[in-house]
């Protein structure tokens, strides 16, 4: 996801961004103790989206 992408979005649609890649990345840890995550590049990408998306809503504040 790019920052240009999110920067676009409202402040709620933000929170609601953070919540669902927050989510996800739960997902993606019980997938890989389990054995079955086939991207294991994914759950970084999800960290540094979420840290994107913490960034651009505490320069909205």
């Known amino acids: ?3 240009k992408e ?5 402040a709620q649609e933000c929170s609601q961004l953070k919540v669902k890649l927050t989510r996800d990345l739960m997902d993606s840890r019980f ?3 389990m ?3 086939k991207d294991r590049s994914l759950m970084r990408k999800l960290r540094r989206d979420i840290a994107r998306v913490n960034t651009i809503i505490r320069e909205n504040q």
């Not at 999110?6 to 409202?10: A, E, G, L, P, S």
């Open 6 to 10: 999110v920067r676009d979005k409202t």
């Open 1 to 3: 996801m790019k920052v």
């Open 35 to 37: 054995g079955q995550l």
């Open 31 to 33: 997938k890989k103790a």
